[in-house]
């Protein structure tokens, strides 16, 4: 049905393209660029269709697991990807260069058909089978055994190796698994990886840009983007250092100097999560003031039996007391927020995912009763907010202000729902009291979620820019990796990993080519949003700090929030900026004066310690033998996740 659709509205705009281009006698725009914009706006109606089905299928295989879903989703890819290359063909015979601003953004934006722009069919359907093959390899990848005994028992990522990381201080038992991980679900991919980046390449290329890392870096608008974000990291740099230094410190007290070297790298395995991207699950070790005033709401939750539905009813609330759009009744009757109890496989990592037709928006997550779900919670359900507000946009502008807003706007309303002011008033943090020492704790905490993520954020995507580039070749893939973790972050691999190992492909987003940048991104600009809509609430009045800010209430806060998301992405995303915060461009002061007192006490923490800021590169940790545990390192597959080219495309256009 919709291929009949397309096939019309390319014979129509053909049969107007002989118009000529005259100019209108007041100076308008041109017949022929009234054709232009006719034809760009049938194909956004058409579009809407086909990502509407397209969108359905996904959704219904993510949450049912089968083979006939999975059959029926590539099925729907593929028409979606003809669809875009059709369009591609046919926009490109007109001349944009008389046109005026807004119509050639319609076009760019439109023009962008991701891998679908890969003409030759044997290199597109190449493309999608590597691609397809990495996620399949990655997402079912487990680690089988113990490293002190021998034992059939497996796991994965997201139940017990998470776990372990998150709660074991026992150095070898997480450098085994550390290792275990790594080897088994990055080593697989290398060779596939390479082949990924030369095909991926061609298709940037077909998109009119020399790499894929240019290509997504042209999404944020900005000729010297990558100027921007290492001058921001350079801001932020001694932040990072100093909480860098005080961590080590406290590691060494639990390890001991053999294993945590005083002016070393950080044993990569050792920071409570598998990537060392964010600290907070070893807070316990590193609280200015051990056991004071901890902000942990998991047990009221539970004391309290609130359920799902519930914890996403007091997400509904916070929105609500902004003045914000009400999630519709579909979002109610359509979302999965609990993992189903009659036998089906689902994806379970929390998303929000929108249809574009009508209200339809949803929420897929398999909720836990905890505080780290709740705050997943009201990030998701900012998506949610920023669908409905650009809801009367065209197909073209309904999308973020560029690829970190989506990410920045979730976070932006976590930063107040996290605050124990904000728990307290909801009823679900009683017995904390307002010091100086619980601050300090609480912004410890916060540190080590938002401060330890930077380097990390920055360094993913600059590895595969270099990469995409040439600059870093397949034979130095592991190489160039370890040195820029080392350069950034500061830490080192608990083993000697050498070019037989991808460690890479050990993280998610780059078997998925899901771009990271964004959280990086995102993770400044949610304080600059903070700030703003702070002080638009009158939160920051008579000296209050920005870190016990918490906007809930605040109609004009909502307001001012709700003006910049409305714009979608019918502007470029400084004037999206513009709107709330009043400058075009990103800006890192307010993250650092979020942060002032603790700085501020972990310089003169780390002065009376005698902590050197920085590391020593050439510092290895000690070599372990796992020659006698009971790895056995296999590699189940069960089901291919994440199989279609579309998956990415999504996520490029809607976040």
């Given at each position: 049905m919709h291929h009949f659709g397309i096939a019309v509205l390319f014979v129509w705009i053909l049969g107007l393209s002989c118009v000529c281009t005259i100019a209108t006698e007041d100076g308008g725009i041109t017949d022929m660029e009234k054709t232009a914009v006719e034809f760009?706006?049938?194909?956004?109606?058409?579009?809407?269709?086909?990502?509407?089905?397209?969108?359905?299928?996904?959704?219904?295989?993510?949450?049912?697991?089968?083979?006939?879903?999975?059959?029926?989703?590539?099925?729907?890819?593929?028409?979606?990807?003809?669809?875009?290359?059709?369009?591609?063909?046919?926009?490109?015979?007109?001349?944009?260069?008389?046109?005026?601003?807004?119509?050639?953004?319609?076009?760019?934006?439109?023009?962008?058909?991701?891998?679908?722009?890969?003409?030759?069919?044997?290199?597109?359907?190449?493309?999608?089978?590597?691609?397809?093959?990495?996620?399949?390899?990655?997402?079912?990848?487990?680690v089988c055994g113990h490293y002190k005994e021998t034992t059939d028992h497996c796991m994965s990522m997201d139940d017990e190796i998470k776990t372990i990381f998150a709660t074991s201080r026992d150095y070898s038992e997480l450098a085994?698994?550390?290792?275990?991980?790594?080897?088994?679900?990055?080593?697989?991919?290398?060779?596939?990886?390479?082949?990924?980046?030369?095909?991926?390449?061609?298709?940037?290329?077909?998109?009119?840009?020399?790499?894929?890392?240019?290509?997504?870096?042209?999404?944020?608008?900005?000729?010297?983007?990558?100027?921007?974000?290492?001058?921001?990291?350079?801001?932020?740099?001694?932040?990072?250092?100093?909480?860098?230094?005080?961590?080590?410190?406290?590691?060494?007290?639990?390890?001991?100097?053999?294993?945590?070297?005083?002016?070393?790298?950080?044993?990569?395995?050792?920071?409570?999560?598998?990537?060392?991207?964010?600290?907070?699950?070893?807070?316990?070790?590193?609280?200015?003031?051990?056991g004071?005033?901890?902000?942990?709401?998991?047990?009221?939750?539970?004391?309290?039996?609130y359920t799902p539905i519930q914890m996403f009813q007091e997400a509904?609330?916070?929105?609500?007391?902004?003045?914000?759009?009400?999630?519709?009744?579909?979002?109610?009757?359509?979302?999965?927020?609990?993992?189903?109890?009659?036998?089906?496989?689902?994806?379970?990592?929390?998303?929000?995912?929108?249809?574009?037709?009508g209200n339809d928006v949803r929420m897929k997550m398999c909720t836990s009763i905890d505080m780290e779900d709740f705050i997943v919670i009201h990030h998701e359900m900012g998506h949610i907010q920023y669908y409905l507000q650009y809801r009367h946009q065209p197909f073209y502008y309904k999308s973020g202000a560029n690829p970190a807003f989506h990410e920045a706007v979730g976070d932006v309303l976590a930063l107040s729902v996290a605050t124990p002011a904000h728990l307290r008033k909801i009823g679900l943090l009683e017995d904390y009291k307002d010091n100086p020492e619980g601050e300090l704790n609480f912004l410890m905490k916060m540190s080590l979620e938002k401060i330890a993520f930077l380097p990390f954020g920055l360094m993913v995507d600059l590895w595969r820019w270099k990469v995409f580039s040439g600059e870093i070749t397949p034979e130095e893939y592991n190489k160039k990796w370890w040195e820029l973790r080392m350069e950034y972050q500061g830490v080192?691999?608990?083993?000697?990993?050498?070019?037989?190992?991808?460690?890479?492909?050990?993280?998610?987003?780059?078997?998925?080519?899901?771009?990271?940048?964004?959280?990086?991104?995102?993770?400044?600009?949610?304080?600059?949003?903070?700030?703003?809509?702070?002080?638009?609430?009158?939160?920051?009045?008579?000296?209050?700090?920005?870190?016990?800010?918490?906007?809930?209430?605040?109609?004009?806060?909502?307001?001012?929030?709700?003006?910049?998301?409305?714009?979608?992405?019918?502007?470029?995303?400084?004037?999206?900026?513009?709107?709330?915060?009043?400058?075009?461009?990103?800006?890192?002061?307010?993250?650092?004066?979020?942060?002032?007192?603790?700085?501020?006490?972990?310089?003169?923490?780390n002065r009376k310690n005698g902590d050197e800021l920085g590391w020593d590169p050439t510092w290895r940790p000690p070599p372990l033998d796992f020659s006698h545990s009971g790895q056995k390192n296999l590699l189940y597959t069960t089901f291919s996740l994440y199989v279609c080219l579309l998956v990415v495309w999504i996520r490029q256009r809607t976040f």
């Open positions: 760009v706006d049938a194909y956004s109606k058409v579009s809407t269709d086909l990502y509407f089905d397209n969108t359905v299928a996904l959704w219904t295989y993510q949450t049912n697991l089968t083979d006939y879903n999975q059959r029926k989703m590539v099925e729907s890819n593929l028409e979606c990807a003809k669809a875009e290359l059709d369009f591609f063909k046919n926009a490109s015979k007109f001349d944009l260069s008389n046109f005026t601003e807004e119509t050639k953004r319609k076009f760019k934006i439109m023009m962008y058909i991701g891998d679908a722009a890969l003409q030759d069919t044997a290199k597109l359907k190449r493309l999608q089978q590597v691609t397809a093959e990495m996620e399949r390899l990655y997402a079912t990848a487990k085994w698994l550390w290792t275990a991980w790594h080897d088994a679900s990055g080593k697989q991919l290398r060779e596939l990886y390479t082949e990924f980046v030369e095909l991926s390449n061609l298709a940037a290329q077909a998109n009119g840009h020399p790499d894929q890392g240019a290509l997504w870096r042209w999404k944020y608008e900005v000729d010297d983007f990558e100027e921007q974000v290492l001058e921001m990291y350079e801001t932020l740099k001694p932040l990072y250092l100093n909480v860098h230094a005080y961590i080590r410190r406290k590691l060494i007290t639990v390890y001991g100097e053999e294993y945590v070297n005083p002016k070393g790298a950080i044993p990569a395995h050792l920071l409570g999560n598998m990537w060392a991207q964010q600290w907070q699950h070893i807070l316990d070790l590193a609280e200015p003031y051990p004071m005033n901890m902000v942990d709401i998991t047990s009221s939750l539970r004391e309290k039996n509904e609330g916070f929105f609500n007391s902004l003045g914000l759009i009400p999630a519709p009744e579909e979002f109610w009757n359509n979302s999965l927020i609990e993992k189903p109890t009659d036998g089906r496989d689902v994806v379970c990592h929390a998303s929000a995912w929108d249809f574009l037709v080192v691999p608990p083993v000697e990993r050498s070019e037989e190992y991808f460690d890479p492909g050990a993280k998610h987003h780059i078997p998925a080519n899901s771009p990271y940048i964004r959280y990086f991104v995102s993770f400044i600009i949610q304080f600059q949003f903070h700030k703003a809509l702070c002080q638009e609430a009158g939160q920051l009045n008579n000296g209050n700090p920005l870190h016990k800010c918490d906007i809930h209430g605040s109609k004009a806060a909502g307001k001012k929030l709700a003006d910049m998301l409305k714009l979608g992405k019918s502007k470029p995303w400084p004037h999206a900026m513009e709107a709330i915060t009043g400058q075009r461009k990103m800006d890192a002061a307010p993250l650092v004066e979020y942060f002032s007192p603790l700085i501020e006490w972990l310089e003169e923490e």
